[in-house]
Nanobody, 128 residues
Framework: QLQLVESGGGLVQPGGSLRLSCAAS????????IGWFRQAPGKEREGVSC????????NYADSVKGRFTISRDNAKNTVYLQMNSLKPEDTAVYYC?????????????????????WGQGTQVTVSS
């Protein structure tokens, strides 16, 4: 059974940092493009970042550019989202998602309908 598990969320003060992890079990992430999404209460789910299966291409939402960094470690079967300079508006449940196709070797998209494997989410709260 394919499973994605997010971890690393928590409560942090504005300006602080967190590193989210997306670990796979039951399959290898090699060959999968990974997206990070978030959903705040009362808001639509939005794309935050994504990384191609090769790791050579990444995308970021304008709201997180320069603050968040996505990376992957295929040896550890894990994708990370390093979040720096966190703001209260970053508060949300963060989800990782995966999709495999040769299409995603050199590119990725931050549209949720593209992805067909989802984790359960991890809460990130930015508050003083």
């Amino acid at each position: 059974q394919l499973q994605l598990v997010e971890s690393g969320g928590g409560l942090v003060q504005p300006g602080g940092s967190l590193r989210l992890s997306c670990a796979a079990s039951g399959f290898t992430l090699r060959g999968y493009a990974i997206g990070w999404f978030r959903q705040a209460p009362g808001k639509e789910r939005e794309g935050v970042s994504c990384i191609s299966s090769s790791g050579g291409s990444t995308n970021y939402a304008d709201s997180v550019k320069g603050r968040f960094t996505i990376s992957r470690d295929n040896a550890k079967n894990t994708v990370y989202l390093q979040m720096n300079s966190l703001k209260p508006e970053d508060t949300a449940v963060y989800y990782c998602a995966a999709v495999t196709s040769r299409l995603w070797e050199a590119m990725c998209l931050m549209y949720s309908h593209v992805y067909n494997n989802w984790g359960q989410g991890t809460q990130v709260t930015v508050s003083s």
